[in-house]
Nanobody, 125 residues
Framework: QVQLVESGGGSVQAGESLRVSCTTS????????MAWFRQAPGKEREWVAH????????AYTDSVKGRFTISQDNAQNTLYLQMNSLKPQDTAMYYC??????????????????WGQGTQVIVSS
């Protein structure tokens, strides 16, 4: 059974940086893509970024482009999200997600089978 465990969330001031991590275990195949989603209180879960695991190709939602960077360390089975120049509107629970290895639309939550429990990011002004 694939398991995803996020870590690294916390409380910061606007303009500061955080890096959240997602460590995977139990996977016997390579995922096609992995992603970060976030959900703010009272809002729907939204896609933040994804990475194609074979090519390292990445994509970002417009609101984080130029500020966030998604990356992977295959040796450590870890997915990262480096978040710079954080804004109060980035406050949310951040979730990592992994698929079952087939292609598809990596920017929609329905594509993903495995989810972590989330890590809280709070950005104050």
């Amino acid at each position: 059974q694939v398991q995803l465990v996020e870590s690294g969330g916390g409380s910061v001031q606007a303009g500061e940086s955080l890096r959240v991590s997602c460590t995977t275990s139990g996977n016997t195949y390579r995922h096609y893509c992995m992603a970060w989603f976030r959900q703010a209180p009272g809002k729907e879960r939204e896609w933040v970024a994804h990475i194609l695991t074979r090519s390292d190709s990445t994509a970002y939602t417009d609101s984080v482009k130029g500020r966030f960077t998604i990356s992977q360390d295959n040796a450590q089975n870890t997915l990262y999200l480096q978040m710079n120049s954080l804004k109060p509107q980035d406050t949310a629970m951040y979730y990592c997600a992994a698929d079952v290895g087939a292609g598809g639309r990596c920017s929609i939550s329905e594509h993903y089978t495995y989810w972590g429990q989330g890590t809280q990011v709070i950005v104050s002004s």
